[in-house]
């Protein structure tokens, strides 16, 4: 059974940084593509980062690029998010997700297989 449990959130003053991490658990980490979306009250989704398997290549939305980083540890089947910067248009639940398919790429991050129950993050200014 696959399960995704996201850690980290928290409440930061405009500037700051948080480091989100999600475990995963119950399937091959290695296998998956793995990625991040958030979602604020009276927002739609938005797919934040993206980490391919075996290359490790990543894909980010163009409101955070450059101030975020999503990488993993493989070894400890966890997936992370660091956010840097932080604006209060960053302030959402933030998921982690994660899919098999070998064709993710055409995905979007929340249409994912699995999901977990997500961390809050708020950004005060």
């Known amino acids: 059974q696959v399960q995704l449990q996201e850690s980290g959130g928290g409440s930061v003053q405009a500037g700051g940084s948080l480091r989100l991490s999600c475990a995963a658990s119950?399937?091959?980490?290695?296998?998956?593509?793995m990625g991040w979306f958030r979602q604020a009250p009276g927002k739609e989704r938005e797919a934040v980062a993206r980490?391919?398997?075996?290359?490790?290549?990543?894909v980010y939305t163009n409101s955070v690029k450059g101030r975020t980083t999503i990488s993993q540890d493989n070894a400890k089947s966890t997936l992370y998010l660091q956010i840097n910067t932080l604006k209060p248009e960053d302030a959402a639940m933030y998921y982690c997700?994660?899919?098999?398919?070998?064709?993710?790429?055409?995905?979007?991050?929340?249409?994912?297989?699995?999901r977990g129950q997500g961390t809050q993050v708020t950004v005060s200014s």
């Open positions: 980490i391919y398997p075996r290359s490790g290549s990543t």
């Open positions: 119950g399937y091959t980490y290695r296998l998956y593509c």
């Open positions: 997700a994660a899919d098999r398919r070998a064709d993710c790429g055409g995905v979007k991050v929340f249409d994912f297989e699995y």
